[in-house]
């Protein structure tokens, strides 16, 4: 069994920058080889995807709506995944949740994809 905790979430205003931590734990030889997804859901609307990598880091997928915004990277030493988020606006706030799919060499951008799945993480931007 793996875990994912996420972290880093808060307020801030429109236009500043947040960077989520998705660590996991658990079974880490599984954990180093997963490919990861960051998805967020806005209350009252459905669950959307914001990005992936895959378990090597060599593969990455935005939605439009974050691209050249939102940049995901991973430290597998760590057992860590990253979304660092510049240039927010006030449709940015959500819930965002990380994802893991043990043998993840593809990126994903459906949470049917994904096995794993963390608590989730508040961001909320101010206009």
């Known amino acids: 069994q793996v875990q994912l905790v996420e972290s880093g979430g808060g307020l801030v205003q429109a236009g500043g920058s947040l960077r989520l931590s998705c660590a996991a734990s658990g079974r880490t030889f599984i954990a180093f080889a997963m490919g990861m997804g960051w998805f967020r859901q806005a209350p009252g609307k459905e669950r959307d995807f914001v990005a992936a990598?895959?378990?090597?880091?060599?593969?990455?997928s935005y939605a439009d709506s974050v691209k050249g915004r939102f940049t995901i990277s991973r430290d597998n030493a760590k057992n860590t995944v990253y979304l660092q988020m510049n240039s927010l606006k006030p449709e940015d706030t959500a819930v965002y949740y990380c994802?893991?799919?043990?043998?993840?060499?593809?990126?994903?951008?459906?949470?049917?994809?994904?096995?794993?799945w963390g608590q989730g993480t508040q961001v909320t931007v101010s206009s």
């Open positions: 994802a893991g799919r043990p043998g993840g060499r593809a990126v994903g951008d459906s949470g049917s994809y994904y096995d794993y």
């Open positions: 990598i895959s378990s090597s880091g060599g593969s990455k």
